[in-house]
C-alpha cells in the first residue's frame, strides 16, 4: 500500500482521477470513493464509516464518562456525532381530563395541555389535532397547547368511557418537536349535561323538595306569610320563575327575590276571606326554568305543586261558672267568679 501526501499532488491540479480500493485510518476509521475532481469543487461516491459504539473514556465528558454512556453507532461519523451531541427523544404527552359545562359557546377555553421534552423547550414544540380527528368539535393552539370549543357544547358529544365510567368526547392530539418525532394522545373532554332547576327548603343548600305543604287559618289576614322556599341551578344558570298556577279564587299571591346562589320565593294570603266550610284545601302550582329551556332540545322546567290546607276557626269556650251574693249587696258591686268544682 503506497502512502501519498497532499504535497505530493500539484495544487493546480486541474481534471479529474479515479483512486480505487480503501483508506485505512487508525483502525476504527475506513473510507472508500470514486471520482474527486481536481479543484475540490466535486467528491463523489464517498463512504466513511466509524466505530461508535465504544464507551466514551473522555474525564472532560465527565456526565458521559461516569454513566458509562456508548453512542452504540457503527456508521457514520455524522452518526456518531447526532448521537453524542444531537440526541433526540420524542415528547412526552399523554392523556388528559377535563370537564366543561353543556351549552359552552363557541371559541371557550377548554383547558391547557401539558407535556415536556427531554432535548428541547416549550417553543420548540408544535401542537396538532390528530389526522384520524374529524368531529371538530375542538381545536388546540399549535404553540401554547390550548384547547377551546370550535362550536357550541352539546352532551351528545359524549360517545366513548374515558376510563371511569364517565363517557366523554375523544380528542385527538399530537405533539412534534423540531426534529420531527411526535407523541399522539387522546384528551378526553367530558361535557356535563345541563340540568332542570331544583327547588329547595330553608335555604340555597337546603334539601331537595318535589312539593310543598302548608296551612292558613280561617280567620287569617291578608298578606299573612305561608311559606318560603328557594330555587337554584346547578349549573348557575339565569333563573325564571313562572307565574303562580292556581284556582279562579285567586287567595295567594308569590314574591321572587335574588339571592346569592339563586331565588327566594315567598307565598302569601291575597284576602282574608278564607271558609273552612265551602273550601279547606287549595292547590297551586309553581315552575322555574333555566335559561337554556325552550332553545335547546332538552327540558329544563321544574315545576313544584303547592297544597295549602285552610284550618278551621274555632268559637271562644267558657266554661259552667257559679256566682254567690250576699242578700244585702248592692248595684254595681265586683263579684269573683268561680268555677265550678
Given amino acids: 500500500m503506497a502512502l501519498l501526501h497532499s504535497r505530493q499532488l500539484n495544487p493546480r491540479l486541474t481534471g479529474s482521477f479515479t483512486l480505487s480500493g480503501s483508506l485505512v485510518g487508525d483502525g476504527t476509521t475506513t473510507g472508500s470513493f ?23 473514556l473522555n474525564t472532560k465528558l465527565p456526565t458521559m464518562f461516569s454513566s458509562s454512556f456508548v453512542p ?25 381530563l377535563f370537564t366543561i359545562e353543556e351549552f359552552v359557546d363557541a371559541d371557550s377555553t377548554v ?10 423547550t416549550a417553543g420548540e414544540l408544535t401542537f396538532a389535532t390528530q389526522s384520524g380527528y374529524s368531529d371538530n368539535f375542538f381545536t388546540i393552539h399549535s404553540g401554547s397547547g390550548l384547547i377551546k370549543t370550535n362550536t357550541s357544547s352539546t352532551a351528545s358529544m359524549n360517545t366513548v368511557n374515558r376510563g371511569d365510567g364517565e363517557l366523554a368526547h375523544p380528542f385527538l392530539t399530537k405533539v412534534t ?44 289576614t291578608n298578606g299573612t306569610t305561608v311559606l318560603t322556599f328557594f330555587v337554584t341551578d346547578s349549573e348557575s344558570d339565569t333563573l325564571s320563575i313562572a307565574p303562580l298556577s292556581q284556582s279562579a279564587h285567586n287567595h295567594f299571591s308569590l314574591s321572587t327575590s335574588n ?17 273552612f266550610d265551602n273550601k279547606s284545601q287549595y292547590k297551586l302550582f309553581v315552575s322555574s326554568s333555566d335559561s337554556h329551556h325552550g332553545n335547546t332540545s332538552g327540558s329544563y322546567l321544574t315545576t313544584l305543586p303547592i297544597e295549602v290546607n285552610v284550618t278551621a276557626n274555632q268559637a271562644p269556650t267558657m266554661a259552667s261558672q257559679t256566682f254567690t251574693i250576699n242578700e244585702s249587696s248592692g248595684s254595681n258591686e265586683r263579684w269573683q267568679v268561680k268555677p265550678l268544682q
Fill in 72 to 96: 452504540g453507532t457503527t456508521g457514520s461519523i455524522g452518526d456518531f456525532l447526532d448521537a453524542v451531541f444531537y440526541p433526540n427523544t420524542a415528547p412526552a404527552f399523554s392523556s388528559s
Fill in 34 to 56: 470514486g471520482k474527486v475532481l481536481g479543484d475540490g469543487s466535486q467528491l463523489s461516491g464517498i463512504t466513511t464509516t466509524f466505530d461508535g459504539n465504544r464507551r466514551i
Fill in 259 to 275: 339571592v346569592s346562589g339563586g331565588k327566594q320565593l315567598v307565598l302569601t294570603t291575597a284576602t282574608a276571606s278564607f271558609d
Fill in 177 to 220: 418537536d423540531v426534529a420531527g418525532l411526535s407523541t399522539s394522545a387522546t384528551i378526553f373532554i367530558r361535557v356535563t349535561p345541563n340540568t332542570a332547576p331544583i327547588f329547595r327548603t330553608t335555604s340555597v343548600s337546603g334539601a331537595q323538595i318535589t312539593s310543598q305543604t302548608g296551612s292558613v287559618n280561617e280567620n287569617t
Fill in 111 to 120: 383547558g391547557t395541555v401539558t407535556t415536556s421534552d427531554a432535548e428541547h
